[in-house]
């Protein structure tokens, strides 16, 4: 599977952005795919992940209530909206496939895309 994360940027604190991770190939029924993401100076930290078939959510508790992530079937494609952003967002935002729902360790996901900058201003 090859993943490619877009929609990143800069905004202001409070505001929103979404993020797109576009999958192409090796997409099953429990097929996972999570979000994490890597603040400067902090190791990469899990933040949300979905299931593909039944879209089977789960979320990190520091976004729980902000983000909510999605996919369309149609397109191969995954979601990450992210509302009231705060300042401590800020980071390189990945996203990656698994086949395990009940995991969010790093191990777990086999494929990563390259990563888009999420930066918010106070």
């Known amino acids: 599977v090859q993943l490619q994360a877009s929609g990143g940027g800069l905004v202001q604190a409070g505001g929103s952005l979404r993020l797109s991770c576009a999958a192409s190939g090796g997409i099953y029924s429990n097929t996972v795919i999570a979000w994490f993401r890597r603040a400067p100076g902090k190791e990469r930290e899990f933040i949300a992940r979905?299931?593909?078939?039944?879209?089977?959510?789960a979320y990190a508790d520091s976004v729980k209530g902000r983000f909510s992530i999605s996919r369309d079937a149609a397109k191969n494609t995954v979601f990450l909206r992210m509302n009231s952003l705060k300042p401590e967002d800020t980071a390189v935002y990945y996203c990656a496939t698994g086949s395990n729902f009940y995991r969010s360790d790093e191990a777990a996901f086999s494929s990563w895309g390259q990563g888009t900058q999420v930066t918010v201003s106070s």
């Open positions: 979905i299931k593909w078939r039944e879209a089977k959510t």
